[in-house]
């Protein structure tokens, strides 16, 4: 669960790095093998958009959800 803005650029930061691993191994996958190849990266990269879509829309503008003290 992201909790404040500095997470939200960490979660952002891993969903680029997964996306890049996943890009990488598209271009070396054989056919046959990309469905269960991919299937576990794909997973996770929508369950990380998940959590950034939660916390976009669970905070309130003017008053982000950040639960971790000033």
Request: charge should be negative; aromatic fraction near 4%; proline fraction near 7%.
């Amino acid at each position: 669960m992201i909790r404040n803005d500095q997470e939200l650029a960490v979660m952002r930061e891993r969903v680029a790095k997964v996306e890049s691993v996943l890009d990488g191994l598209r271009k070396r996958a054989r056919p046959e093998e990309w469905p269960a190849s991919s299937s576990g990266y794909r997973l996770e990269i929508e369950r990380m958009q998940g959590e950034i879509l939660d916390y976009l829309v669970e905070s309130a503008p003017g008053n982000p959800k950040d639960t971790t003290p000033a």
